[in-house]
């Protein structure tokens, strides 16, 4: 019944236009044989009623309408009735005349408020679907689209890298215009052609798909030559990433944009101008799935620490711990950090698991304690964590929370952040070298920091990278480097830790030249939290 209902409600608002001329004329003719043959006395009143199909054409039609059916009232309640009421004489022919004006009158104005009133509805749905800024079509726009089934489009992704220097430096008119620009550009490339702006610097473009290598040129070819807008050159930093997808089906067309806008980001990482999609393998898109599935991970148990021994070189025992983070997939087994960690560091969920990493090692130094076993244990901190402004505050709270001293946590930082932002750097190490951590330079002569440099900062301990230790034994320079560096670094008070090592010849060769400890698979590969707690034990 209902379903009737609306399919007559459908089609009415389908035939609207032509049902509202119908009903008009329809009741100008019932009123006029009314007029005619029913009513004897004071057909003036009647004639009033001429005015609601006026009205309402004129509102629904225009102002076509409103005339059209103003004349048409007018003739039929002029000419065509013959006899007017009192005195029963013919109808004075101005008097038809002037009513037919006014109803004319009535038409006409009623059409124009019916176009203002349109108007003003288009308008305001526009506003919608479109930007008020840029006035490109936005994601609202995009979700009421649809493309024709089963046909291939190429979907393609741009990031304008410097949109807001753009903003500050030429003004946002000037933005707003290039982005106005390129759309009319496109356009008439080809009509087609959809332009959708899902964020301030991000432009995605739908396109039935045709020469791929063609589309590619043109598309660069309008993004360059829009660039001049009245007489001032824009530069603008656009990576495009394209995809091309057959038989498309899917109603939500923002989802063919996730590879197009990897290839536009892996485009803009390699500072190219763009990359097809098929350039490269999908483990990119793994990535994106496996950082939805990270957030939980943090809290279900299948991230986890492993703690490798750091030993010293003289005494052969274990000196310290480093807590390194593993993540047990359901369904995709053992990732490793470095498949993750540079994706997680893209997001806040860092500062979470940097958080989370520190409780876990927290806990079992809580156990080590119980058990008589005192050693330091390390946690990688991610450049990143540096920016959150609250990082020293949480991590201290954390660390109330279990009962151990700072000088058994040792914080290891990369040189990158201490040469990005030193002051800041400067700053949050003091904070904590104040409280009794130990700082440690991770990775260190793989950045292109100096000692020197690295002397401002409240440093303990240098680890040294394992690229130095994998040549050392082959390469005589590297050894030079290697020894100049402990030397150097002992002068300045660091304690020196060496990364990788994976022979006995190694370990013996770096105890010579002075290098006081050392990681590596020679002398353990990272354990579980069980394994080592049992391992170190023997040496209470
Ligand atoms: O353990 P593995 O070799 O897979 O570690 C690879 C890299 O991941 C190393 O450079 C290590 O510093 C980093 N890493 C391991 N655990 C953590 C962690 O908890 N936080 C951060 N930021 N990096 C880690
Ligand atoms: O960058 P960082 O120092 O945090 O890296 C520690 C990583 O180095 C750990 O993930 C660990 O698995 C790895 N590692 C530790 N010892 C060795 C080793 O002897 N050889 C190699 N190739 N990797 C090692
Ligand atoms: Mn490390």
């Given at each position: 019944m209902i379903k009737k209902y609306s399919k007559l409600v459908d089609w009415m608002k389908r035939y609207h236009k032509i049902l509202t001329a119908v009903f008009s004329v329809v009741f100008i003719l019932i009123n006029y044989l009314i007029m005619r043959y029913l009513v004897m006395y004071d057909r003036t009143a009647w004639s009033h009623l001429m005015y609601i199909p006026i009205i309402f054409a004129g509102v629904i039609l225009?102002?076509?309408?409103?005339?059209?059916?103003?004349?048409?009232?007018?003739?039929?309640?002029?000419?065509?009735?013959?006899?007017?009421?009192?005195?029963?004489?013919?109808?004075?022919?101005?008097?038809?005349?002037?009513?037919?004006?006014?109803?004319?009158?009535?038409?006409?104005?009623a059409g124009a408020f019916g176009n203002l009133y349109q108007r003003t509805r288009q308008q305001v749905f526009d506003l919608r679907l479109r930007h008020s800024d840029s006035l490109l079509l936005n994601i609202n726009a995009l979700e009421q689209m649809t493309l024709e089934?089963?046909?291939?489009?190429?979907?393609?992704?741009?990031?304008?890298?410097?949109?807001?220097s753009i903003c500050e430096v030429a003004g946002y008119h000037a933005y707003y215009e290039y982005l106005r620009l390129v759309e009319k550009e496109l356009l008439s490339y080809d009509k087609d052609i959809k332009l959708i702006q899902p964020k301030p610097n991000h432009l995605w473009v739908i396109k039935p798909t045709g020469d791929l290598m063609k589309d590619i040129d043109q598309m660069l070819h309008i993004l360059h030559q829009s660039a001049t807008i009245s007489d001032q050159r824009l530069f603008v930093d656009y990576s495009l990433g394209f995809t091309q997808k057959k038989h498309v089906q899917d109603t939500k067309l923002a989802n063919y944009f996730i590879h197009s806008d990897i290839a536009a980001k892996e485009a803009r990482m390699k500072n190219l101008t763009h990359m097809i999609y098929n350039d490269f393998d999908t483990l990119r898109l793994l990535s994106y799935e496996l950082l939805t599935e990270f957030q939980e991970a943090l809290y279900d148990g299948s991230l986890y620490l492993n703690y490798q021994p750091k030993f010293d070189l003289k005494t052969k025992k274990p000196s310290g711990l480093e807590a390194l983070i593993r993540w047990n997939h359901p369904t995709?087994?053992?990732?490793?950090?470095?498949?993750?960690?540079?994706?997680?560091?893209?997001?806040?969920?860092?500062?979470?698991?940097?958080?989370?990493?520190?409780?876990?090692?927290?806990?079992?130094?809580?156990?080590?304690?119980?058990?008589?076993?005192?050693?330091?244990?390390?946690?990688?901190?991610?450049t990143r964590n540096f920016y959150d402004e609250a990082f020293?505050?949480?991590?201290?709270?954390?660390?109330?929370?279990?009962d151990v001293k700072p000088k058994y946590v040792e914080l290891e930082i990369t040189e990158t952040v201490l040469m990005e932002n030193p002051e800041m750097s400067k700053?949050?190490?003091?904070?904590?070298?104040?409280?009794?951590?130990?700082?440690?330079?991770?990775?260190?002569?793989?950045?292109?920091?100096?000692?020197?440099?690295?002397?401002?900062?409240?440093?303990?301990?240098?680890?040294?990278?394992?690229?130095?230790?994998?040549?050392?034994?082959?390469?005589?320079?590297?050894?030079?480097?290697?020894?100049?560096?402990?030397?150097?670094?002992?002068?300045?008070?660091?304690?020196?830790?060496?990364?990788?090592?994976?022979?006995?010849?190694?370990?013996d060769l770096l105890e010579r030249l002075g290098c006081q400890s050392a990681q590596g698979y020679y002398f353990m590969k990272p354990k579980s939290e069980g394994e080592i707690i049992t391992y170190l034990l023997q040496y209470k």
């Open positions: 225009g102002p076509w309408g409103g005339l059209i059916m103003g004349i048409l009232a007018g003739i039929v309640a002029g000419p065509f009735i013959p006899i007017s009421d009192q005195p029963l004489i013919r109808q004075f022919w101005a008097d038809w005349i002037f009513r037919m004006t006014i109803m004319i009158l009535a038409g006409l104005l089934k089963k046909k291939s489009y190429t979907f393609v992704s741009i990031i304008i890298a410097n949109g807001d995709r087994k053992m990732i490793r950090p470095d498949q993750f960690i540079s994706d997680v560091e893209q997001t806040n969920m860092i500062h979470e698991m940097t958080q989370q990493v520190f409780r876990w090692s927290l806990d079992c130094q809580k156990k080590l304690n119980e058990k008589g076993v005192f050693l330091p244990i390390s946690i990688n901190i991610s020293f505050s949480k991590m201290m709270t954390i660390l109330k929370e279990y700053a949050i190490l003091e904070l904590f070298a104040n409280e009794g951590f130990k700082i440690a330079i991770d990775d260190f002569g793989k950045g292109y920091s100096s000692l020197a440099y690295l002397a401002q900062f409240p440093i303990n301990i240098i680890k040294i990278d394992r690229i130095f230790t994998r040549q050392i034994l082959i390469n005589p320079t590297t050894q030079h480097i290697v020894k100049a560096t402990i030397d150097l670094a002992k002068q300045l008070g660091y304690e020196v830790l060496i990364e990788g090592i994976e022979d006995k010849e190694t370990a």
